[in-house]
């Protein structure tokens, strides 16, 4: 009988990076936000909508971590909706999360959440943060996007992956 010799180790999958990460993350969100901070590295940068709306970002991890248990999140519930993950640049991992925020006062809030996984020795590590509450009612009347009155059109060139972006 022959031996069989180990496969070398793969690569896991962007969707199994994604869904072990979402689940530590926000587990270690609403039970321990003061540890938090340790999914970032310095150069790492989150963005929060203020409470007019308006996106604010802060980086470093001291930084990110005054804005986290800013947020309260022990106050909340989160539950997911969906998670979906896909590989990128230089193997670093996107990550895209729907759910809801159940606070204290039962009111349930739609949100969004983006991250970039970016590779490091032993893992990942959040690079990019974004997170959005998504609204079911839409406003009748135009209005700024993320509170910038300049829209910023894109050309769109004959060069292949190529964008111009200018403010009209």
Known sequence: MALQTAAPPTTPSAEMVGNAFVEQYYHILHQSPELVYRFYQESSVISRPDSNGVMTSVTTMKGINEKILSLNFKEFK???????????????????????????????????????????????????????????????????????????????????????????
């Open 78 to 168: 989160a539950e997911i909706k969906t998670a979906d993950a896909q590989k990128s640049h230089k193997e670093g991992v996107t990550v895209l999360v729907t759910g809801c925020l159940t606070g204290k006062d039962n009111l349930r809030r739609k949100f969004a959440q983006s991250f970039f996984l970016a590779p490091q020795d032993n893992g990942f590590f959040v690079l990019n943060d974004v997170f959005r509450y998504v609204e079911d009612r839409e406003p009748l009347e135009p209005h700024p996007v993320n509170g910038v009155d300049d829209a910023v059109a894109v050309a769109v060139t004959s060069e292949p992956g190529k964008i111009i972006a200018k403010e009209m």
